[in-house]
């Protein structure tokens, strides 16, 4: 099993920058996919970036794509979400999940394991 805390979450002006990490605690770090995830208050949670255990792929859903940068390192089990060009929209709890097969990376099932989530709110 293994655990996952996200930081780095905030207030922050339209058109600013904040970079999340999650700390993976328990098995093996790299025997996982990564994802992040969003729900914004009265909305689905939804697929925001996932990466693969050795970051080699990344994707991105298209409403962050070109803004948002996610990465991983292995010997720190912990992966980031960078985030450029922040909008109200982006206004949302983001979640970090671990999964342990190699499947479809934009659905939740994929995960097996999520963190806590973690606050952002960008304000116009």
């Known amino acids: 099993q293994v655990q996952l805390v996200e930081s780095g979450g905030g207030l922050v002006q339209a058109g600013g920058s904040l970079r999340l990490s999650c700390a993976a605690s328990?098995?093996?770090?790299?025997?996982?996919?990564m994802g992040w995830f969003r729900q914004a208050v009265g909305k689905d949670r939804e697929f925001v970036a996932a990466?693969?255990?050795?970051?080699?792929?990344?994707f991105y859903s298209d409403s962050v794509k070109g803004r948002f940068t996610i990465s991983r390192d292995n010997p720190k089990n912990t992966v980031y979400l960078q985030m450029n060009v922040l909008k109200p929209e982006d206004t949302a709890v983001y979640y970090c999940?671990?999964?342990?097969?190699?499947?479809?990376?934009?659905?939740?099932?994929?995960?097996?394991?999520w963190g806590q989530g973690t606050q952002v709110t960008v304000s116009s």
């Open positions: 328990g098995r093996t770090f790299s025997s996982y996919v």
């Open positions: 999940a671990a999964g342990e097969r190699i499947s479809t990376l934009y659905l939740e099932r994929t995960y097996d394991y």
């Open positions: 990466i693969t255990r050795n970051g080699g792929l990344t």
